[in-house]
């Protein structure tokens, strides 16, 4: 397992501060955050054929989250899991208020009661709220994620952006989970340099991201975010969303840097953002790079009145009016992937998709 932080300088300065009880706030969010005395992680898998949960939008605490979790709990029985990926918005609407909020345990620890492997956490523009939920104004809010990965043994997010090899040694796959909030944030952080679109915190992640891709050994590179760059979904493409011409909410900065720095270096880019499931075809423009979106994990499109998907990309599979989740099979040589949809009102589960994608 490898973090951004680590050979960064600084690491040990700030992670002894945060063993101190210090605050995040004054410290590089990119500081690497050790595990609090009586916390006992659970572990990664050491085998090489690994199975994984790839969710995201779930943080509501409502009955859709728990029918989902559910499900998961129901599948897990039958094809134990070995870690699954929560690609943002993980505490609805505006994201926590401490490191040790309540609502961890409401919109989180409690859904996933059983699910008892490493969550690889990413944050999303709801974790990062200011005055609207979702304005992805106040981006420091993000570091109460961070420090919650001290207090939980499912939640795993040392840094705000970090890299987990499975297993450690002779990789199967390598996961680079990344913090994209500060190119499509509603509010744009024009008070603090240290955010802005070439700022230190997004020139440091690009120069962290690009380092440690070139370094990994691992057959399958899968990048993590929260906002995707391709989707047939209301959110719209990065670049192009919510149809809006307006930089930084439109994502043109997002679409960049995925351009930039993840198509034709990761096989696969997993997100969520969009409340819906949908299976993308790699293509020459991505440079193989296949886009997945998983955001249905407690709401769907099809719950808001009057939108419906506006894009038009070849997709293996796309859904916008159910739950659900998805799982991600990987060996050396293979990955399939399976879609799950879920009926809130029964709790049952459909397989809907299943293919081999590589």
Known sequence: MRDNSFGRRGFLAGAAGVAAGASLVGLSPAEAVPVAPGVTKFGFPTDRALRVLVTGDAGTGLRAQWAVA???????????????????????????NSGTDPQFADKFENPNTGLDFPWLMVLGNHDTSSVLGGDGGWLLRGNHEVEYHANSPRWWMPSRYYSVRVPEQQPVVEFFVLDLNPLAAYIPPI?????????????????????????????????????????NGPHGDAGRYENLPIEPINGVHVKRFVEDHVLGKCQFLLSGHDHSLQVFEPTVE?????????GAA????????????????????????????MVLDLTATTVDVRVHTVDVATGAATEAFTRRLV
């Open 298 to 325: 407690a709401k769907t499109v099809g719950a808001e009145p009057a939108i419906t998907p506006r894009g038009k990309h070849n997709a293996l599979f796309e859904n916008y009016h159910q739950l659900g989740f």
């Open 70 to 96: 559910e499900a998961m709990r129901t599948f897990h029985r039958s094809e134990p899991v070995s870690l699954a990926v929560g690609l943002g918005d993980n505490i609805y609407e505006s994201g926590p």
């Open 286 to 294: 991505s440079k193989g790079t296949r886009q997945i979106v998983s």
């Open 191 to 231: 008070l603090s340099p240290y955010w802005a679109v070439d700022g230190q915190f997004m020139n440091e992640q690009r120069a962290w991201l690009d380092r440690a891709i070139a370094e990994s050994t691992a057959t399958w590179k899968i990048a993590c975010t929260h906002h995707p760059y391709l989707n």
